[in-house]
């Protein structure tokens, strides 16, 4: 990337801190973009969820439940606690974070000091989880700052009456807004009365050499083209039992193992091992080196195409309002990856001519780079 000659800063505001794979790669990934670019930036250290968010409806588990993991996680009992050790480890390896803040009110009251505030990827607009805090939409920066946002993502074509005056009001403070998934410009042509620019998520910025040198940072463990890769997601849509008799057809026709992050049902007789506790940079390795990916995941379907894998990219329908895989795969032109619930086996094509979709990944890239240049150096 063309570094430009300027000396500002960036604080970007995101989902970093939610312990799952997606959430941290993209927030390393924004980061390496904008320091490519040649800014100084930071990571807001916002805690995502925090009370706020429990109070305002987001479900948390019992209070002996909540304190208990927390108490003893870091003794690596369990391979949830073992996942989250590795998770925060990366946290504090690779993210330059600013100091910490656990309340919206504490954003409010004391705010970063940024030359330029982004809202980033992830589901930072999607108020099914956010539940309307207006922190993912720069309500704390100062009012004459530069404030952009880059990939974020509605997941959805419609907001709910009850936010929609917030999202209006902030909205409309932006010198600049990108989206990550087209179904969201529905939502933006409501509120502000105009699409906004569709950019890449942030972990396709990074090209696949980007990515396997980050990768290379511990000791490989798995074998290369040897394994399917089973990433399962049911928080956005649930394509079980489906999604395991399609993995089971592939699993026969190929005789390969299968790698999940999740427990795959015994009465499907699924041979596999379970790998739900790796690090980021083997998370990356996993898929990098795999045969064949099956996923319900935006993340999984995005890590397949960046190392071009033949990928079943499932969702529950091409209806869906959650448009984020059918977004990317239709803008690469590999639209045969994706596979909605119920699809019969054979007639699904999961390979592609990888050097075209890398050359349309390139270009779309460039495109994403292009705004992220303009809204950077220039006013609105």
């Known amino acids: 990337m063309e570094k430009q000659d300027i000396n500002k800063t960036v604080g970007v505001i995101t989902m970093h801190r939610v312990i799952n794979y997606g959430s941290f790669l993209q927030s390393y990934a924004t980061q390496c973009v904008f320091e490519g670019l040649g800014f100084k930036c930071d990571i ?87 539940k309307g805090d207006s922190t993912f939409l720069l309500s704390f920066a100062p009012g004459k700052s ?33 989206i990550r998934d087209s179904n969201g410009n529905t939502v933006m042509n409501e509120l502000i009365g ?15 050499d980007s990515w396997s040198k980050f990768a290379k940072n511990v000791v490989p463990k798995f074998n290369k083209n040897k394994y399917i890769v089973f990433y399962l997601i049911t928080h956005s849509f649930d394509v079980t039992p489906y999604i395991y008799e399609l ?47 099956v996923t319900s995941s935006f993340h999984g379907t995005a890590f397949a195409v960046n190392f071009g894998i033949p ?30 619930l119920n699809k019969q086996f054979d007639e699904i094509i999961p390979t592609y001519n990888i050097k075209e979709e890398q050359g349309r990944l390139n270009e779309l890239r460039y495109d994403s780079i292009e705004y992220l240049k303009n809204a950077l150096l220039h006013n609105k």
């Open 44 to 130: 807001i250290d916002y805690l995502f969820p925090n009370k706020w968010h429990f109070d305002n409806g987001i479900k948390q588990q019992s209070m002996l439940g909540k304190i208990l993991p927390d108490y003893i996680y870091k003794l690596g009992l369990k391979a949830g606690h073992r996942k989250k050790i590795k998770i925060e480890n990366a946290i504090k390896k690779y993210l330059n974070l600013s100091d910490s803040y656990y309340h919206p009110q504490e954003l409010f009251d004391n705010p970063p000091l940024y030359d330029i505030y982004v809202t980033g990827s992830d589901q930072t607009w999607n108020p099914k989880h956010t």
């Open 311 to 340: 990928l079943y990219s499932v969702i529950d329908s091409l209806d869906n309002s959650d448009d984020r895989q059918a977004s990317l795969l239709t803008k690469l032109g590999i639209n045969n990856c994706l596979v909605p």
């Open 194 to 208: 105009k699409e906004a620019k569709v950019t890449l998520d942030p972990t396709l910025m990074l090209d696949r």
């Open 247 to 293: 993995l089971k057809q592939l699993q026969i026709k190929t005789g390969l193992n299968v790698y999940s992050f999740s427990d795959i049902p015994e009465s499907f007789n699924i041979n596999y091992t379970k790998c739900s506790e790796i690090g980021v940079e083997h998370f990356i390795e996993l898929f990098e080196s795999s045969s064949y990916v």
């Open 146 to 178: 530069k404030k952009i946002s880059f990939s974020a993502s509605i997941a959805g074509n419609n907001i709910s009456r009850e936010y929609k005056n917030d999202f209006i009001k902030y909205l409309n403070k932006y010198d600049n807004i990108a």
